[in-house]
């Protein structure tokens, strides 16, 4: 589906000769890629409202997309195989954020984001296999990633500490366990392409 929108824009760009004709293959992948990343944004968000948890779903997605970036992880096969992954880590996430009885918010959430940290600290970042490091971005990669998660740690630990935002540090930690699980999933299954 998306495939067919970006080809058609890239054609309309390609014709009034805002982009040449031997980029318009880059252009097509590229348009695909932020269609698709879009729509899983509407998605997530749509449902976030229909759960009455569109600031915690914000700052999930926030968390998660800031680390996984430079962290990497498991590719689906398929965009339908990757919004669905997605979907149910976020609802995953979403259910554990509601169900944890309050006594135990504070403790899972620097639990989960120090195991996350480790997780980065040992596992990051993983390439695509349809776009491998070039240069020095392995190593660029691996210092992102551990500064992200380091700050994110660092503020859900803030969070704690400020009653009124426990529930959002835990989104972060929970955002950050989805990025975990990711990354486990692409060492277990291999690194597969989209």
């Known amino acids: 589906m998306f495939d067919k929108c970006g080809s058609r ?7 009034n ?11 097509v ?9 879009l729509a899983n944004l509407v998605i997530i968000i749509v449902i ?3 759960l009455g948890q569109f600031v915690q779903t914000v700052v999930f997605l926030v968390s998660f997309a800031a680390l996984r970036v430079f962290a990497g992880g498991y590719h689906a096969r398929t965009r339908i195989g990757c919004t669905a992954t997605f979907i149910i880590i976020y609802l995953a996430g979403m259910a554990l954020q509601h169900y944890t009885p309050n006594m135990l918010i504070k403790p899972a ?14 596992l990051a970042p993983i390439e695509h296999p349809n776009r491998p490091f070039q240069d020095n971005e392995y190593q660029v990669f691996k210092t992102a990633s551990r500064v ?22 835990y989104c972060i930690s929970l955002a950050m366990l989805g990025v975990t699980i990711v990354l486990i999933l692409a ?8």
């Open 17 to 27: 000769r805002i982009i040449r004709e031997e980029d318009r293959e880059i252009i």
């Open 109 to 122: 959430a620097v639990c989960l984001a120090l195991a996350s940290l480790v997780s980065v600290l040992v």
């Open 187 to 194: 060492r277990k299954f291999g690194k597969r392409s989209e």
């Open 148 to 169: 992200v998660a380091g700050l994110e740690t660092l503020l859900v630990v803030l969070g704690i500490s400020f009653t009124g935002y426990v529930n959002l540090a």
């Open 29 to 37: 992948y590229g348009l695909d890629a932020l269609l698709s990343t």
């Open 48 to 50: 976030g409202i229909l």
């Open 9 to 15: 824009i890239a054609g309309i760009l390609s014709e």
